[in-house]
């Protein structure tokens, strides 16, 4: 798959990675090539920069792994997106986010042409994407969104970033749902000082 990375941070940077040893064309979308968060990222293989506008342009995935409150900014910046598949990894937390919204994946459905818009890789941190192994077990991640093909997109990528599932919870109605079990993992984490080395697997009996 050829994927836009918009965000060259830990989220980004660690999917980026993931996804481009695993035979994925990697586009990281930067404002400046010369100087952006995450340039150790051009020595993984099939990975190249280009600006935000390009990096889109050349994609039929889109990853938007920025800072909540830019998320308004971002999707303004994409270009046209009509056909593509966003995947959106951010999260509210404690009130900083695009104003108007209660969730970010609405923000990027108001501002954008894209229809297929989901919300995926948010609820756990970007640790737990780097290594997603637990002694002997494998930690899960969830996914929502109205549309079909934006989910099985995810689904596929987060069994390549190495996840034991990805699980569907619904559709664009859950959105503010999956942002409030992120903060349940951070809250654990980082408030009740369990540490970031936590993770969430469903288990069936």
């Known amino acids: 798959m050829n994927i836009a990375i918009i965000g060259t941070g830990n989220v980004g940077g660690a999917l980026a990675t993931k996804w481009s040893?695993?035979?994925?064309?990697?586009?990281?979308?930067?404002?400046?090539?010369?100087?952006?968060?995450?340039k150790e990222l051009l020595k993984n293989p099939n990975t190249m920069t280009a600006s935000i506008h390009d990096a889109v342009k050349?994609?039929?995935?889109?990853?938007?792994?920025?800072?909540?409150?830019?998320?308004?900014?971002?999707?303004?910046?994409?270009?046209?997106?009509?056909?593509?598949?966003?995947?959106?990894?951010?999260?509210?937390v404690m009130g900083r986010g695009p104003a108007g919204f209660t969730n970010t994946s609405d923000a990027l459905l108001a501002?954008?042409?894209?229809?297929?818009?989901?919300?995926?890789?948010?609820?756990?941190?970007?640790?737990?994407?780097?290594?997603?192994?637990y002694k002997n077990t494998t930690i899960d991640v969830f996914v929502a969104g109205d549309s079909v093909k934006g989910k099985e997109v995810a689904i596929k990528l987060a069994k390549d970033a190495g996840f034991a599932e990805c699980y569907p919870i619904g559709g664009n109605d859950k959105f503010e749902l999956m942002e409030k079990f992120a903060f349940f993992w951070i809250n654990l984490a980082m408030f009740q000082g369990q540490g970031r080395d936590i993770a969430f697997k469903l288990l069936k009996r």
């Open 21 to 38: 040893h695993k035979g994925h064309n990697i586009l990281l979308g930067v404002r400046d090539a010369n100087s952006f968060k995450g």
């Open 58 to 92: 050349n994609s039929d995935i889109i990853l938007i792994a920025t800072p909540a409150t830019m998320a308004v900014e971002v999707a303004q910046s994409l270009g046209n997106t009509e056909g593509k598949i966003i995947i959106d990894t951010m999260n509210i």
């Open 111 to 133: 501002n954008t042409q894209s229809k297929d818009v989901v919300k995926c890789f948010n609820t756990t941190g970007f640790n737990n994407m780097q290594n997603t192994e």
